[in-house]
T-cell receptor
Framework: NAGVMQNPRHLVRRRGQEARLRCSPM?????VYWYRQLPEEGLKFMVYLQKENIIDESGMPKERFSAEFPKEGPSILRIQQVVRGDSAAYFC?????????????FGPGTRLLVL | DQQVKQNSPSLSVQEGRISILNCDYTNSMFDYFLWYKKYPAEGPTFLIS?????DKNEDGRFTVFLNKSAKHLSLHIVPSQPGDSAVYFCAAIKTGANNLFFGTGTRLTVIP
């Protein structure tokens, strides 16, 4: 049973470009969470999605950031017009529908570097 | 607003001795606590958890203690092994909420 998969593992963008981060949850998991870890900080919640629905986006910046989890395919975190402050590690986690949200399994992360 | 705090950024312990990692929280609504272990370039891996109805949970070499009145929890690893060297994150959640709140992590180094 493959774990949570994220790609790319590393992404380099210039200021003003778009970044697309993909997350495939564990098999059988229908809940996806995105977290961001800035240097020297802990992980901070961004958004919680179920298939085709955004349930909680209270941690998402109001502009430039969006997330989706389509019926088919991976969850996508999209950052438009990236700035240097977006440089961070972005982690996706998933959980099965039958569990509480506390049972989250993390992917290896995507490290975004904005030049 | 850091609701979960790990005040020790690093800890070094001799192999075979006990490692004690500490965590404090401020939100009394949290009722479930977790410890994650993280190696470089990998995602956090779930280690052990505890519900607020308990004050201790043990799993092999790992034990988590919860002191609700002090809003404090700790992770004990005994005996410590070199493979335990990693960054340990404490996390907390209110059951039914969507997001985990993480501490800033403690880097444990176990010296052979």
């Amino acid at each position: 049973n493959a774990g949570v998969m994220q790609n790319p593992r590393h992404l380099v963008r210039r200021r003003g470009q778009e970044a697309r981060l993909r997350c495939s949850p564990m098999k059988g998991h229908s809940h996806v969470y995105w977290y961001r870890q800035l240097p020297e900080e802990g992980l901070k919640f961004m958004v919680y999605l179920q298939k085709e629905n955004i349930i909680d986006e209270s941690g998402m910046p109001k502009e430039r950031f969006s997330a989706e989890f389509p019926k088919e395919g991976p969850s996508i975190l999209r950052i438009q017009q990236v700035v240097r402050g977006d440089s961070a590690a972005y982690f996706c986690a998933s959980s099965p529908a039958s569990s509480g949200q506390e049972t989250q399994y993390f992917g290896p992360g995507t490290r975004l570097l904005v030049l | 607003d850091q609701q979960v705090k790990q005040n020790s950024p690093s800890l070094s312990v001799q192999e075979g001795r006990i490692s004690i990692l500490n965590c404090d929280y401020t939100n009394s609504m949290f009722d479930y606590f977790l410890w994650y272990k993280k190696y470089p370039a990998e995602g956090p891996t779930f280690l052990i958890s505890i519900s607020s109805i308990k004050d201790k949970n043990e799993d092999g070499r790992f034990t988590v203690f919860l002191n609700k009145s002090a809003k404090h929890l700790s992770l004990h690893i005994v005996p410590s092994q070199p493979g335990d060297s990693a960054v340990y994150f404490c996390a907390a959640i209110k059951t039914g909420a969507n997001n985990l709140f993480f501490g800033t992590g403690t880097r444990l180094t176990v010296i052979p």
